[in-house]
Every structure is written in structure tokens, then in C-alpha cells.
């Protein structure tokens, strides 16, 4: 997937645990947890928002786009 989530990163450098951050932004640990390893489809603007605002950070610190090698046909 060429989307990146670098949640896992900030939240080492801010020292927050996952079950304080789950707790400060609205949403369950196993979402949480979801989030950070990229399994999920998509997120709302919302919860990114709180992401942000909990993290002290901006979107472009938690989400990465690296391109992926498409071979020609």
C-alpha cells in the first residue's frame, strides 16, 4: 500500500502510550491499534484531527505517500 501510517513513530516521540492516546482521542485501543499497522481502509477527518491535536503534529507527520513500482504492461 503506498500510504504510510507513521503513528507509532509520534507517539514515541511524544512517550504517549496507545491506551492514553485511545482514551484522549474517543476510540477504542483495538482501533487504535488498526490505525497504527495500516489495516485500515480509510479515516475520518475527525479522528485525524484529534490525532493531531493529541500528538501536538500535523497529518503529513502521521501519513507517508511513497509511490510503488508498477511494472509496465
Known amino acids: 500500500m503506498p500510504i504510510l501510517v507513521k503513528l507509532d513513530v509520534m507517539m514515541a ?3 504517549m502510550r496507545g491506551r492514553d492516546l485511545a482514551a484522549r482521542i474517543g476510540i477504542t485501543e483495538q482501533n487504535l ?3 497504527k499497522s495500516g489495516k485500515v481502509k480509510g479515516v475520518r477527518f475527525e479522528t485525524l484531527e484529534r490525532l493531531c491535536a493529541a500528538l501536538d503534529c500535523q497529518p503529513g507527520d502521521l501519513l507517508e505517500y511513497r509511490a510503488e513500482d508498477v511494472a509496465p504492461d
Open 33 to 35: 491499534s488498526l490505525l
Open 13 to 15: 516521540r511524544r512517550k
